[in-house]
């Protein structure tokens, strides 16, 4: 009862002497006082810049870009220019070269335009024929062979991978050498 007392009598202290508690939020805080009108006037009136001194700088560094930029550009042109008359010189080099190591039997060193992990170019002759189509290899008239129409209908692709593993090598070494024969037997049963 002791306890109950004194929680009345602190309320009724506070109540009496009329003053009104701090919500919880605001406890510790002050109140921040009003800004004065003088800084808003000040902030409204920028300070005056000379636009045309600024200007100047601006206008010269543009046209320090224009220039580099040209000059760069004209650099560029120069060097492909450079680098094509040096792979024309090298070109007309090395053709007598290779020819020579050619007719030597001689393995030539300078690579040309197909490098050492491409497979050489073949090219198949085909032609229709009564019972199927005959296919050559272009320059090796050991590998003429006819493959017969039934062969053909069954499918064009097997029948061309088979060819080309019989007489040009495995795909896995010459590439896709059936694929283009397959685009020719095509052609040719049309």
Not at 159 to 179: H, I, L, M, Q
């Amino acid at each position: 009862m002791a306890k109950a007392k004194k929680k009345a009598t602190k309320k009724d202290a506070t109540s009496q002497e009329g003053a009104v508690p701090a919500p919880k939020a605001m406890k510790g805080k002050r109140e921040k006082a009003a800004k004065a009108p003088k800084a808003a006037a000040k902030k409204a009136t920028p300070p005056a810049v000379d636009l045309e001194a600024l200007r100047k700088p601006v206008d010269e560094a543009r046209t320090a870009l224009a220039t580099a930029e040209a000059e760069a550009h004209e650099m560029t042109e120069k060097a492909r220019g450079l680098v094509a008359g040096a792979k024309d010189a090298y070109r007309a080099a090395v053709a007598p070269y290779r020819d020579a190591c050619r007719k030597a039997g001689v393995e030539c060193e300078y690579e040309g335009g197909r490098g050492s992990n491409v497979s050489e170019k073949v090219t198949f002759l085909v032609e229709k024929a009564e019972k199927g189509v005959r296919v050559t290899v272009k320059g090796r008239p050991e590998t003429e062979e006819v493959i017969p129409m039934a062969v053909l209908k069954e499918s064009i692709n097997k029948a061309s991978y088979a060819y080309t593993d019989r007489w040009v090598g495995p795909r896995e070494k010459v590439g896709n050498k059936g694929g283009s024969l397959s685009n020719r037997l095509r052609a040719a049963l049309r």
